[in-house]
């Protein structure tokens, strides 16, 4: 078990709070502890680095900012300490097309959703199903490009989701990474959902990045996550903790796993017990 704590990172959907809920009060509860006891607090998350997630802490009712986010699965770093922010490349407009015209097929026979993020690009295809929903959650319109990859690569962008069941998220896979495996990943964010990236960027990429910047050791770091794009999180830091509820390959790459879920608080409950009161902060 980690012995000196300087900084936290959890990942937000389905580990912190299930899509668009409350923050559970146990976890509001052991957030503000750590903060009182000098523990930097982060996000760590697939989401574009913008106004809504810098207001993340407010919309969970808590009355302080976050020390440091990590968005677009390790392409973006913020932290409060410095004015500027890292971001990677965005992704080669001729670059996007060939892919999607490489998996074209499999888009149209089973009517996959496809959505750019990041760069101001909204385009997406297919929309249905959780793309709906993300939407809805998210407060905004995707532009519906269904059909026209041209104008799907209108504008570049940082990252494109491909959302799905999951047995047809396992063809794209496997079809994706024979021909562009040497330079690109699909990292899975839920399940039937997967995300194109650069190799070589990570949310453990990314929470190094914040590290160094700070003279913050990861070993120093605790971590929470519950699906394949946490792996890199959890791996990177000195304790990663994947939730109860989580995926069975997170399990099996983490230091320790939670006795409660996501909607029962298993974050603030695991802090509480391992962390918290073994320190005597309570």
Excluded at 82 to 104: I, S, V
Excluded at 121 to 129: F, Q, R, V, W
Excluded at 223 to 250: H, I, K, R, Y
Aim: aromatic share 10%; glycine share 10%; proline share 3%.
């Amino acid at each position: 078990m980690i012995k000196t704590i300087k900084a936290f990172a959890a990942d937000i959907d389905m580990t912190l709070s299930a899509k668009g809920s409350p923050l559970p009060d146990i976890t509001k509860e052991a957030l503000q502890i750590l903060r009182e006891h000098g523990v930097l607090l982060g996000l760590a998350t697939g989401r574009e680095l913008n106004q809504r997630l810098f207001d993340q802490a407010k919309n969970w009712d808590l009355d302080y900012q976050f020390d440091f986010l990590i968005g677009m699965n390790g392409g973006q770093v913020w932290d409060r300490f410095h004015e500027d922010h890292w971001e990677m490349d965005l992704m080669k407009q001729d670059t996007m097309r060939e892919m999607l015209y490489y998996l074209k097929p499999i888009i149209d026979e089973y009517e996959v959703s496809v959505n750019a993020e990041g760069g101001g690009n909204n385009n997406a295809m297919n929309i249905h199903g959780e793309l709906i929903s993300s939407m809805i959650r998210r407060g905004f319109k995707f532009d519906d490009v269904t059909g026209d990859i041209e104008a799907f690569c209108a504008k570049p962008c940082f990252k494109m989701l491909f959302r799905t069941t999951p047995e047809v998220e396992k063809m794209i896979r496997t079809s994706f990474l024979e021909k562009y495996g040497d330079q690109y990943q699909m990292i899975g964010s839920f399940p039937g959902t997967v995300e194109i990236m650069p190799k070589g960027i990570d949310k453990g990429t990314g929470l190094a990045h914040f590290a160094e910047r700070n003279g913050i050791d990861l070993k120093d770091i605790i971590t929470f996550g519950d699906n394949e794009n946490d792996n890199p999180l959890l791996t990177a830091s000195g304790w990663g903790v994947c939730l109860a509820d989580g995926s069975a390959q997170t399990k099996a790459i983490a230091d320790d796993i939670t006795e409660l879920g996501c909607l029962e608080g298993g974050v603030g409950d695991y802090l509480m017990k391992h962390v918290i009161r073994p320190n005597g902060w309570v």
